[in-house]
């Protein structure tokens, strides 16, 4: 059995992870928490002895502070804590740094995203083969376990798509995968996850269609899905990490990603867009200071754990499959649904931390028991599915699966018509109070032409 975690990260994924491990420590051993900002991480240390998650006294719970991108101090660091497993989960731009201390190290390899080079976004697909598959020979040289995106979206979800392709068909024509958050925050704009990452992601849509890659603009193809507990919510294709693997690893024509955004986040973003304040490269200032534009955003807008306390509503995340059985046509929604206040309570987290950070320590824990032992890099389709999905029903993420009749009322169409047409119907709008911002209604003229399109 493999002892001891290090987390690399404080931001809410870690937290969540950090409660979860404790809660499982005797299976985990000794838990260190660590990021550039070491106060971040014994706010997370005290929040989890604040709400009792320590089960075994005897394991270490402790924080240190790291420079991630300092591969040899990051090794030292694992040495140090003597972890066998890594979580990384910091931010996008680490991961490079982070697997190399992994490989001189040989400790196990987590993360819950796909890495990114801070000078270049959206880029060719599949984006893992630019740098991830890269170092794939090398860990199967080193017999490492490195397994990629094992978070929800990507991670779990992956897992709904194996378990898809294992149990429920003998062939896959499509793959949707949807990500709705019908919670509110309160606030008058905010991301759920680090802002930076969240805008960088939305910059191109890349789809996998016809068993090839296709781009579209951002925002542009908008659907409307009625949902289990949260009901009808508008989602819009949009480029995901997930798919950039599916592709390689399931058979399937179709895999796209749908995520929802009302509109009041589509007016803010396309606003924000069109300034030219989304973007990741330097300008210069009349002061001859020069600056990032998205970072600067990143930091007026509100800490994603702070909207944790005030946070209702739920989320639904799911993988909804089409295909045949042998001579049946057949449509699965394979789901989980998550509460803001429960997590809360729970770990003092908001829903979309709780949804990416329970998955890693999973994922861990089938490490560490050696039920999960790949010996190179995997993404999550390419492990056993179900003893991964049966071990996060008892950690506080039960998946649901529901049959739905093929092209019935609950099934879902996610072919894509020609892009003027499909940009014709994303059209989002919203009426703002200029005296008080936080009144944003849809207009009346849209709300008469939704009934009488109803």
């Not at 994924?13 to 550039?36: E, F, P, Q, Y």
């Not at 009808?232 to 990603?257: C, M, V, W």
């Amino acid at each position: 059995m493999k002892k001891n975690v290090l987390i690399i990260g404080a931001g809410g994924v870690a937290h969540v992870a950090a409660h979860k491990a404790a809660m499982n420590n005797d299976v985990l051993g000794d838990i260190c928490i660590a990021s550039r900002t070491l106060s971040k991480c014994d706010e997370i240390v005290e929040s989890v002895k604040r709400k009792k998650h320590v089960k075994d006294a005897s394991k270490r719970l402790y924080s240190r502070q790291i420079n991630a991108l300092d591969v040899q101090a990051t090794a030292k660091l694992i040495r140090d804590s003597q972890a066998s497993i890594v979580m990384n989960l910091g931010p996008a731009f680490v991961n490079m740094t982070i697997l190399e201390a992994c490989l001189q190290t040989g400790a196990t390899y987590l993360d819950t995203a796909i890495h990114e080079d801070p000078d270049k976004v959206c880029e060719s697909p599949p984006w893992y083969a630019n740098y991830e598959w890269k170092r794939k020979e090398r860990c199967k040289e080193k017999g490492l376990n490195v397994i990629l995106g094992v978070g929800f979206d990507p991670g779990v979800v992956n897992a709904y798509c194996a378990l898809a392709a294992k149990r429920y068909f003998d062939r896959i024509e499509t793959i949707d995968i949807m990500d709705v958050n019908a919670g509110r925050h309160g606030k008058y704009f905010a991301t759920n996850f680090d802002p930076e990452i969240n805008f960088r992601e939305f910059i191109r849509v890349w789809a996998w269609i016809d068993r090839q890659w296709k781009m579209y603009p951002t925002h542009s193809v908008k659907r409307e899905y009625d949902f289990p507990v949260v009901g009808p919510q508008p989602i819009y294709l949009t480029g995901h990490d997930e798919i950039h693997s599916l592709s390689k690893n399931i058979d399937a024509k179709d895999i796209r990603f749908w995520m929802g955004f009302g509109d009041h986040y589509i007016n803010v973003f396309t606003v924000l867009r069109t300034l030219g304040l989304l973007s990741h490269l330097p300008v210069r200032l009349t002061t001859g200071q020069e600056v990032v534009p998205l970072k600067v955003v990143k930091a007026l807008l509100p800490d994603p754990k702070t909207l944790a306390p005030g946070y209702v509503g739920k989320t639904c995340i799911g993988t909804f499959v089409r295909g045949w059985k042998g001579r049946k046509k057949r449509e699965i929604f394979i789901y989980q649904v998550s509460d803001h206040k429960a997590c809360y309570e729970e770990v003092e987290s908001q829903g979309i931390s709780y949804t990416a950070g329970v998955p890693p320590v999973a994922a861990a824990m089938l490490v560490a028991k050696g039920i999960w032992n790949p010996r190179t890099m995997v993404n999550v389709e390419e492990l056993d599915p179900e003893p991964f999905i049966e071990l996060l029903d008892t950690l506080g993420l039960p998946t649901q699966i529901k049959e739905i009749k093929p092209h019935g009322p609950h099934s879902f169409d996610g072919r894509v018509m020609e892009v003027q047409k499909e940009i014709d119907g994303a059209t989002a709008t919203v009426t703002i109070s200029a005296a008080n911002p936080m009144i944003a209604v849809t207009p009346k003229a849209a709300k008469g032409k939704a009934r009488r399109k109803a």
